[in-house]
T-cell receptor
Framework: AQSVTQLDSHVSVSEGTPVLLRCNYS??????LFWYVQHPNKGLQLLLK??????LVKGINGFEAEFKKSETSFHLTKPSAHMSDAAEYFC?????????????FGRGTSLIVHP | GAGVSQSPRYKVAKRGQDVALRCDPI?????LFWYQQALGQGPEFLTY????????KSGLPSDRFFAERPEGSVSTLKIQRTQQEDSAVYLC?????????????FGPGTRLTVL
């Protein structure tokens, strides 16, 4: 079975300061991990994904995430927050259990960016 | 269009009415997923198609929920005798290949409100 835990329901930062959104996962396999962003009234957009290649993954809009197997973590970071980063972020785990790679979403972290 | 589209974008139903939600996936995408996203929560898996075959419907909450994809392209999620707890955003996603860990592309969702 797979699961994912997003440790913070809300994260508040000032514009220009670093962003850290935390995610821990559980999987019986070598999982694939994703971060998606959801702006209000918009569809989910893929930020980045890890699929057993490099452990440090770079995504769009300056975001990156590091896969740490020993800590079962896949935290999302960005060096400097922009007002447009304010959105809901979802960490997702997917493994081949059942043969279908059905993904499991975390509950989401709301990123608030103050001017 | 190039993306996943869903219609209607908004639906208001009286309790007990039947509703039908449509998803047009990206052309050529083999896999199609339906998710339910309650307010303040992450998307939860409902059902999965590979071409016209419904391979997993373990997430459907009751027998009032029914999904089909008869020609392996457009899919319809039908909810019979809607209840207030069915109020949510229903998301559709498509993926190029079948059992793989590649990216899902999401539609904008249909927001269902049951009065």
């Amino acid at each position: 079975a797979q699961s994912v835990t997003q440790l913070d329901s809300h994260v508040s930062v000032s514009e220009g300061t670093p962003v850290l959104l935390r995610c821990n996962y559980s999987s019986s396999y070598s999982p694939s991990l994703f971060w998606y962003v959801q702006h209000p009234n918009k569809g989910l957009q893929l930020l980045l994904k890890y699929t057993s290649a490099a452990t440090l993954v770079k995504g769009i809009n300056g975001f990156e995430a590091e896969f740490k197997k020993s800590e079962t973590s896949f935290h999302l970071t960005k060096p400097s927050a922009h007002m447009s980063d304010a959105a809901e972020y979802f960490c997702v785990v997917s493994d081949p259990s059942g043969g279908s790679y059905i993904p499991t979403f975390g509950r989401g972290t709301s990123l608030i960016v103050h001017p | 269009g190039a993306g996943v589209s869903q219609s209607p974008r908004y639906k208001v139903a009286k309790r007990g009415q039947d509703v039908a939600l449509r998803c047009d996936p990206i052309s050529g995408h083999v896999s199609l997923f339906w998710y339910q996203q309650a307010l303040g929560q992450g998307p939860e898996f409902l059902t999965y198609f590979q071409n016209e075959a419904q391979l997993d419907k373990s997430g459907l909450p009751s027998d009032r929920f029914f999904a089909e994809r008869p020609e392996g392209s457009v899919s319809t999620l039908k909810i019979q005798r809607t209840q207030q707890e069915d109020s949510a955003v229903y998301l559709c996603a498509s993926k190029l290949r079948g059992a793989s860990d590649n990216e899902q592309f999401f539609g904008p969702g249909t927001r269902l409100t049951v009065l």
